[in-house]
């Protein structure tokens, strides 16, 4: 079948305004976004600029707009696009440094902000800090997460509030509070309970929607906000 797409052009350092450049490719029902993509940019139009590594879901590279919908090019495949149009356009609300390509160093911060990594006071064991199967199951979902900033693209509150620190950070921050080796955390509830952390979030459930690993994001945040109001004294929300 052939395929119609129109991609997002454009190059900060050259161009005054955006634009939407329409390519035609052969495809295969099977075949995914992704191939297109490359084929577009190996066959027909070498300046076209995305970001891809693995095509199999698991860098997180390939987020962008697809007909609308945040989404991993390599998972979308051309059959789940019926009237074979598809529009390609960056992650909303982050800056585009060329085509699809975005900076992805904001929201990478925002990450770091809440200290991904464990976070321990007592001595080392002799080994190794050990988990029960139960307690690796309270985290067992968001350690899925990779990065690939759907979710924060989807999140409609980012488009009132750029400061909020959006879905995938908390998504990191969940990983540590309720990680049973880790010993921060208080502090990183407290580092949690500000404006534009995990309160701004309204339940709308795109980024649960729109989560290539299928992370219940929503129901995290919404628990790291329980464990707020029952854990913290004088909580500012
Ligand atoms: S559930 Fe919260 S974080 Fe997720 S999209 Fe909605 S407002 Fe944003
Ligand atoms: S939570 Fe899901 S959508 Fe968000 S960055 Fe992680 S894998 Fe991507
Ligand atoms: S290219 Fe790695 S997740 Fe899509």
Redesign the pocket.
Known sequence: MEMKFKIFRFDPEVDEEPRYQEYRVAADPAERILDCLNRIKWEQDGTLSYRMSCAHGVC?SD?MRINGT?ALACQKLVREYADAEVTLEPLPFFRVLKDLTVDMNAFLEGILYFRPWLITLSDPPEQERLQSQEEAKRVEE?I?????????G?CPVMSENPNYVG??AL?WAFRHVFDSRDEKRIERLNQLDFPDGVWPCVNHFE?TR??????P?TKCINTLKREIEKTLPGRSQ
């Open positions: 997180g987020g945040c968001v899925r997460c990779i990065l690939c900033a759907c979710c924060t989807a879905p995938a998504v980024c729109v989560c290539p690993k299928k992370i994001v």
